[in-house]
C-alpha cells in the first residue's frame, strides 16, 4: 500500500494502471486501452501536469513548445522508442497539451510527435 497519494487504478473507463504499466507503449498495452481513453479526453482538460503525471505516469516525452508550452506524450504502439530510450519513433502517439500555467487544454492523436 503506497498510502494516501498513490494514484487511482481507474479513471472512468480507463484502467490507468494497465496504461501507466506499459512505458513507452511498448507491450501493446495502450493501444488496446485507446477506445476507454478516448472516452476520458473531457475529464482530462483542465486538469494540473502533476495530476496528469499521476494518472497517466510519467510521459514518454516531454516535448517544451512556444509560449511556456509543453507536450505529454505517450506511445501508443511498439516502435523504435522501446529499443532505445530518446530514439525518434513514428509510433501512434498521444499528445496533451499543457497551457503556460500547467493546465491541459487540449489531447491530440499522431504519428511520432507533434
Same mark, same amino acid.
Given at each position: 500500500? %503506497?498510502?494516501?497519494?498513490? +494514484?487511482?487504478? #481507474?479513471?472512468? =473507463? ?6 501507466? !504499466? &506499459?512505458r513507452? *507503449? ?7 486501452? %485507446?477506445?476507454?481513453?478516448k +472516452?476520458?479526453? #473531457?475529464?482530462? =482538460? ?6 496528469? !503525471? &499521476?494518472l497517466? *505516469?510519467?510521459?514518454?516525452?516531454n ?24 530514439a525518434k ?8 497539451r499543457?497551457s503556460?500555467?500547467?493546465l491541459?487544454?487540449?489531447?491530440t492523436f499522431?504519428?511520432g510527435?507533434?
Amino acid at each position: 500500500m %503506497l498510502g494516501c497519494n498513490s +494514484a487511482p487504478d #481507474q479513471f472512468g =473507463k480507463l484502467d490507468i494502471k494497465k496504461w501507466r !504499466g &506499459d512505458r513507452g *507503449g511498448c507491450n501493446g498495452v495502450r493501444d488496446k486501452l %485507446l477506445p476507454d481513453f478516448k +472516452a476520458e479526453i #473531457q475529464h482530462l =482538460k483542465g486538469k494540473s501536469a502533476n495530476e496528469i !503525471g &499521476d494518472l497517466l *505516469g510519467r510521459p514518454d516525452i516531454n516535448q517544451i513548445a512556444d509560449r511556456n508550452q509543453k507536450f505529454y506524450i505517450y506511445f501508443l504502439e511498439k516502435g523504435p522508442q522501446c529499443d532505445q530510450a530518446g530514439a525518434k519513433s513514428n509510433s501512434r502517439s498521444v499528445a496533451i497539451r499543457m497551457s503556460a500555467i500547467g493546465l491541459a487544454t487540449e489531447v491530440t492523436f499522431q504519428n511520432g510527435i507533434p
